[in-house]
C-alpha cells in the first residue's frame, strides 16, 4: 500500500539556521505530494504542494521538489524563525479516483531564538 | 476563502456519555469530509469519510457503532462518539474537500481540531 516516511524528530534548530525534513513515499501511479504544518493546540494548514515530478511547492520561504526518481518530497527553508517551530507532516494523494491522504508521522520542529 | 471550523474545540465528560462533534465548511460546499483522530505524537489515522446524503465509509478497526457520522448537508458533518470511554480520548480532526473540483486540483482543507477527553 501507499506509505510515507519522514525523518524522525525532533528537529532543535537556532534562529536563522538551514532547515531540512526529509521525506519519501511509496506509491503506484502519480500521487500529489504535500506538507502540511500543525501549530500547537491546532488542526492542519496546508503549506505546499505539488502535483506533478519535478514541481516544485514554495510558500512562506519553505520549498519542496516532486522528485519522481528518488520518491522523495524534501522540505527546505533556508532561514528559519522562532514561528516556525511546529510538526510537519508529509503526505500524498494517490491519482485520480482516489481522495484519501496519506500522512507521514510528523516531525516536530523547534527553534531557539 | 476554504475555511472550515469544529466545535466544541474542547470538550471534557463522564464515562459512559456522548459527545457530537460538529465539522463545518464556512464559505463552501463539501460534498465530501473526511474524519481523522490524532494520537499524542502520532500522525493523523483516518476515521472515515463521509459523503453528503449517504452513509459514511469506515476504516478498518474503526468501530461505526460507537463512532457515528452524519454528513446531512454540505456544509456539515457529525462526529458522534457514544458511550464514551477514557481510551477514546484524543484529538479529532475533521476536513472538507471542495465540491465539483477535479484531481488533481481538488483539496482538503482541515478544522482547527477537537481535544476530547473522557474522565
Known amino acids: 500500500g501507499d506509505s510515507v516516511t519522514q525523518m524522525e524528530g525532533p528537529v532543535t534548530l537556532s534562529e536563522e539556521a538551514f532547515l531540512t525534513i526529509n521525506c519519501t513515499y511509496t506509491?503506484?501511479?502519480?500521487?500529489?505530494l504535500f506538507w502540511y504544518v500543525q501549530y500547537p493546540g491546532e488542526g492542519l494548514q496546508l503549506l505546499l504542494k505539488a502535483t506533478k515530478a519535478d514541481d516544485k511547492g514554495s510558500n512562506k520561504g519553505f520549498e519542496a521538489t516532486y522528485r519522481k526518481e528518488t520518491t522523495s518530497f524534501h522540505l527546505e527553508k533556508g532561514s528559519v524563525q522562532v514561528s516556525d517551530s511546529a510538526v510537519y507532516f508529509c503526505?500524498?494523494?494517490?491519482?485520480?479516483?482516489?481522495?484519501?491522504?496519506?500522512f507521514g508521522k510528523g516531525t516536530k520542529l523547534s527553534v531557539i531564538p | 476563502g476554504a475555511v472550515v471550523s469544529q466545535h466544541p474545540s474542547r470538550v471534557i465528560c463522564k464515562s459512559g456519555t456522548s459527545v457530537k462533534i460538529e465539522c463545518r465548511s464556512l464559505?463552501?460546499?463539501?460534498?465530501?469530509m473526511f474524519w481523522y483522530r490524532q494520537f499524542p505524537k502520532k500522525s493523523l489515522m483516518l476515521m472515515a469519510t463521509s459523503n453528503e446524503g449517504s452513509k459514511a465509509t469506515y476504516e478498518q478497526g474503526v468501530e461505526k457503532d460507537k463512532f457515528l457520522i452524519n454528513h446531512a448537508s454540505l456544509t456539515l458533518s457529525t462526529l458522534t462518539v457514544t458511550s464514551a470511554h477514557p481510551e477514546d480520548s484524543s484529538f479529532y480532526i475533521c476536513s472538507a474537500m471542495l465540491a465539483g473540483v477535479p484531481h488533481p486540483y481538488n483539496e482538503q482543507f482541515f478544522g482547527p481540531g477537537t481535544r476530547l477527553t473522557v474522565l
Open positions: 506509491a503506484t501511479g502519480y500521487p500529489s
Open positions: 503526505a500524498l494523494l494517490k491519482g485520480a479516483g482516489s481522495y484519501q491522504l496519506t
Open positions: 464559505d463552501f460546499q463539501a460534498t465530501t
